[in-house]
């Protein structure tokens, strides 16, 4: 009975075995001895933490950011007239583990700042730091415009209209391919956050190509009422993410040169919901939900959301003054009142009458117009009452946040 002495040199055998990893070496272990699967544990972590450690790092502009870290970048536009340099500045965070390169830029028409403040609230999330992939944010794409508080760039063109853009053209094309090559190329999904132009609102929608399954799912996640199937503009960033077969939305709401606490809160909120449906963050705990107010904000699901296949500008028939004007959000049918244009002495007034059903997704909010001047949007729908339940879930939700949320 002195043969369990034996095993000792079979026990050592095994302890050198863990060290040569093979399929082999692991089932001759597993069978040679039950209570020995312990010895697994302390190899498996090495191995899932050199996994992580091998992660290539983010290269933009000649900053390589490794996996697990921070940096922002500021990319070279040009010098003005006194030496100032003009960049355009990308914030990145590279997660540790891999997963969807997002890119969700701001501002690009200068004068569109509600999406520079989503992306703020966006950057400051503590969740950020179990990010899977990478967020590349950009909260001012024009400089020049966003200085000047105005949509353009000093060469008066657009830069949505100037994509891919070329090195050697204008200022605003030079800037276009900038983004474009170094940023807008480097990314698996975008997000381009908009507001109406100046003096316009729009009501929370999102602008993309619905027939792309990828692209509808994205729009769907977003949770807002209303998504508008709309093609891809030649010249546009949304464009020029479709010809890398990047899928991207436009999320437009609100006013130029004006903060707007739905839109924001709704822009901030739509991002998260992309981002939990890419799988680039955890989806809350239920104690983190009870905790974090915005995680409040009831999203609208798939089946409440509405799909518009096109929208149509009602225009003023004669200049003057236009007063009760219809809601944004408003549901209306052919032969609705939309408001009334009369002129300042009182000797005649024009009724503004919708010719189609749909919901108002945008509005002037000058008083004084002139002939032809847009002054409704309407989104066009084939079910007005399911579009109308969409909006009134939106509008309940958001009108029972506070609007300070801390952020």
């Known amino acids: 009975m002195q043969n369990p002495v034996k095993p000792k040199p079979a026990a050592k055998a095994e302890r050198r075995k863990p060290a040569v990893k093979t399929p082999a070496t692991a089932k001759s272990t597993a069978k040679s001895t039950a209570n020995k699967s312990p010895a697994k544990k302390p190899a498996a972590k090495p191995a899932a933490r050199r996994k992580r450690e091998t992660r290539a790092p983010f290269e933009i502009g000649g900053v390589s950011i490794a996996a697990g870290s921070r940096a922002t970048v500021n990319l070279p536009i040009s010098v003005l007239f006194d030496h100032t340099p003009m960049t355009l500045t990308v914030r990145v965070v590279h997660g540790r583990e891999p997963g969807p390169v997002l890119l969700v830029c701001a501002a690009v028409h200068g004068d569109e700042i509600n999406g520079v403040e989503v992306i703020r609230r966006l950057l400051r999330m503590t969740s950020l730091g179990k990010l899977r992939g990478t967020l590349v944010a950009v909260p001012v794409v024009n400089t020049f415009g966003f200085l000047n508080q105005t949509r353009y760039l000093p060469d008066r063109r657009d830069l949505n209209r100037s994509f891919p853009g ?12 900038l983004f474009n090559t170094e940023v807008v190329a480097k990314c698996t999904h975008g997000i381009d956050l908009h507001t109406g132009a100046i003096h316009r609102t729009n009501f929370p929608q999102i602008r993309a190509v619905l027939t792309d399954p990828a692209v509808r799912r994205m729009a769907q996640a977003f949770g807002v009422p209303l998504l508008l199937n709309a ?14 077969g990047i899928p991207f939305l436009v999320y437009e709401a609100g006013e130029a040169l004006r903060y707007d606490g739905t839109s924001i809160r709704a822009g901030f909120r739509g991002i998260v919901n992309v981002m939990r449906h890419l799988d680039m963050l955890p989806p809350p705990r239920r104690e983190e939900r009870r905790a974090d107010l915005l995680d409040r904000q009831a999203s609208v699901p798939p089946k ?3 799909i518009a296949q096109s929208s149509t500008w009602v225009r003023a028939p004669a200049g003057g003054l236009l007063r009760d004007p219809v809601r944004l959000g408003a549901l209306v049918e052919p032969g609705t009142r939309l408001g009334v244009v009369a002129d300042p002495l009182g000797n005649a007034e024009a009724r503004i009458i919708s010719t189609v059903s749909g919901i108002v997704i945008g509005k002037t909010n000058l008083p004084v117009v002139n002939q032809g001047d847009g002054l409704f949007n309407i989104a066009q729908v084939s079910d007005p009452d399911s579009a109308l339940e969409a909006v009134d879930i939106f509008r309940d939700d958001r009108e029972s946040e506070s609007a300070g949320d801390g952020e």
């Open 166 to 177: 070329s090195p050697r053209g204008s200022l605003t094309s030079q800037l276009a391919y």
């Open 304 to 306: 409440a959301q509405v």
């Open 231 to 244: 093609k891809l503009r030649p010249g546009s960033l949304r464009g020029v993410g479709g010809d890398y």
